[in-house]
């Protein structure tokens, strides 16, 4: 089963197009690594919550809007092989993010359906 990497942050408005070549570099390094897929979703529709809601996981402030991607891997240990080689790449060491790092988050999920 496909191993996914998802993330969730918020992004100035004014960076779209800065964080979308970010991506695409980024895309760049990960499909050599072995990724299969990744998708980058800029919110359009992500209203406020009572209890939770991705403005409030993030922290958004004004000026900002939400980010919610994601990165198939074929596995887990592809995945963990990459990781290792990207923490010491240049291109990843050099690569400039467009965002507050801080109220990024991450994680790994093992896919149990899909149509």
């Excluded at 507050?100 to 896919?111: C, H, I, K, V, Y």
Aim: proline fraction near 5%; avoid cysteine; charge should be negative.
């Amino acid at each position: 089963m496909s191993y996914v990497q998802g993330f969730l942050l918020a992004v100035p408005e004014a960076n779209k197009e800065e964080y979308r070549k970010m991506a695409a570099a980024g895309w760049d390094m990960f499909k050599r690594y072995g990724a299969l897929s990744m998708q980058e979703n800029w919110a359009v529709d992500v209203p406020d919550g009572k209890v939770t809601s991705f403005p409030m996981a993030v922290k958004l402030e004004e000026g900002e809007a939400v980010v919610f991607s994601w990165i198939v891997w074929p596995d887990k240990a592809t995945y963990d092989a990459a990781w290792e080689k990207m923490m010491t790449d240049p291109e990843m060491a050099n690569m400039t993010m467009p965002f507050d790092g801080m109220r990024m988050m991450w994680g790994g999920f093992e896919e149990i359906f899909r149509s």
